[in-house]
């Protein structure tokens, strides 16, 4: 991690962006910003790193060249010390595999995803419920109800709830309809 040195002013600017969460498998969520496959990103101008590295560097120290800080919790934006270990890339990939992140019964996950079995509800890491992304969907209004609150409300991170409000994430749920809340 190019020669990051920890300081009380970075761990502070750190620990801005978390959320514990204890009814969420008692994950850390990164609240900051967060990459296209869900992992939080900590801005160190001009440089970027990975949250959860960020998070293994400040309680157990350097990472060495060339070896993962990999999830147990398989919650990317998660950044608990605890639910991190480090694995060079074998292990990082037995441990996907072992997970049914490579595969599930013989298919690769694009597959599934691709026909709609691996979505919503049936996503095997999946925080919201149908009933959540409703209520979201409901209530959300810009500079008002935002994001945040709906990210502190359920546990998630920011990215999870915009992905939802833009309709990249869960688009199979239709939103309840104000005047009859049927939907």
């Not at 990472?63 to 990082?92: M, Q, S, T, W």
């Amino acid at each position: 991690m190019k020669d990051l040195i920890v300081t009380d002013d970075l761990r502070e600017r750190f620990f801005e962006n978390v959320l514990i969460v204890p009814y969420d498998k008692g994950c850390w969520v990164w609240t900051g910003p967060i990459n296209e496959h869900g992992y939080g990103v900590f801005n160190v101008s001009p440089d970027k790193y990975y949250a959860h590295r960020v998070s293994w560097l400040i309680h157990n120290g350097p990472i060495p060249k060339g070896v993962f800080a990999c999830h147990k919790c398989d919650n990317p934006p998660c950044i608990r010390p605890d639910h991190l270990f480090l694995g060079g890339y074998a292990e990082n990939a037995a441990d996907a595999s072992s997970k049914g992140r490579f595969k599930r019964n013989g298919e690769t996950l694009n597959r599934l995803r691709a026909e709609g079995k691996c979505m919503g509800e049936a996503h095997y890491n999946r925080v919201l419920t149908e009933e959540n992304v409703r209520e979201i969907l409901r209530d959300y209004v810009p500079r008002k109800v935002t994001c945040a609150h709906f990210a502190k409300k359920f546990g998630v991170c920011y990215q999870s709830i915009h992905e939802v409000i833009t309709r990249k994430t869960w688009k199979h749920v239709a939103p309840l309809n104000e005047a009859t809340h049927q939907p």
